[in-house]
């Protein structure tokens, strides 16, 4: 697979990474465990480099799995995992960013990911009771320590990424991108490529929504994280089903998937971009990798372009208490 780096480093990945998050939590039922680590073993067989997990995914079962995976080809992969939880119960219970709490959930994941140095550590929220100052210098000192590599933090907004990478460069930041959340193209893309920061999103498929098996008679378990969320209730499904279609008519004629035309126009965006796809389907990740290999052609973006102009996008894409977690 092509590579990429992110940002004004040298941190090169897979221009497709996975997702592993689904594999421990979100969506049910969950998949065998011993069949997730036959799936990320396959992804790295197809040239997948990047996985990203987190502390939360379980919690810890997450970062439990990646680690049990990637142990006999560590050498050859990057591990992202994230900090930012009270998770000392063992249950998330608020933000928790305190320098202290840092460094002890630190090397608790160095543990379970099996390995010496976290390659790219995340803050997975901003934590407003800590100053960003005080986050970004202690993932330095961790950095010094040798513990980890790369400094990264996920769904900040430009003035918290500006006043991080003034302490420790920022590497990348996650956050949710697609052709149906593209608000990240007003602020947070003119700032990563000022400060040459690499972005990471996450459900570049809309959740799954881009790919054309969902419509507004899909119905989802109250375990289902979809069932939460207001842009998958049925009236929003069926508002949103014109850019499911666009995306459709233009995969049909490259002779490709939806989900393949939808990440290869978030990797069309610029070249320091690395969406990670989610997925416990061996078929779908073999689909998904393969669109590092699709080129959408200038008039295909052109065209993709001027129809979402002419689509608004109804419902939010996070319930109201998930939204409090967002900086701005």
Known sequence: MLSRTLGHSDLEV???????????????PLTDRNEMITLIRSAVEHGVTFFDTAQVYGPFANELLVGEALEPVRDQVVIATKFGWELSTGTPSGLDSRPETIRSSVDQSLERLRTDTID?????RVDPNVPIEDVAGTVKELIDAGKVRHFGLSEAGAQTIRRA??????????????????????EILPTLEELEIGLVP???????????????????????????????????????????DLVARIAERKHATPAQVALAWVLAQK?????????????????????ADLELAADDLAEIDEAT??????GDRYSEVHQRTIDR
């Not at 497709?16 to 969506?27: A, F, Q």
């Not at 990478?165 to 007003?186: D, F, I, N």
Request: net charge neutral.
């Open 165 to 186: 990478h003034a302490v420790q460069p920022v590497t990348a930041l996650q956050s949710e991108y697609s052709l149906w959340w593209r608000e990240p193209e007003q």
């Open 120 to 124: 790219l550590l995340y803050q997975h």
């Open 309 to 314: 102009a002419q689509i608004t996008i109804l």
């Open 14 to 28: 897979s221009a497709v990474g996975l997702g592993c998050m689904t594999m421990s939590r979100s969506y049910r």
């Open 271 to 291: 070249p320091w971009i690395v969406p990670i796809p989610g997925t416990t389907n061996l078929p779908r990740m073999l689909e998904n990798t393969a669109a």
């Open 202 to 244: 996450f459900s570049p498929l809309g959740k799954g929504f881009l790919t054309g098996h969902i419509d507004d008679s899909t119905s989802f378990a109250d375990s289902d994280i979809r069932a939460t969320i207001p842009r998958f209730e049925p009236e929003a499904r069926k508002a949103n089903q014109p850019i499911v």
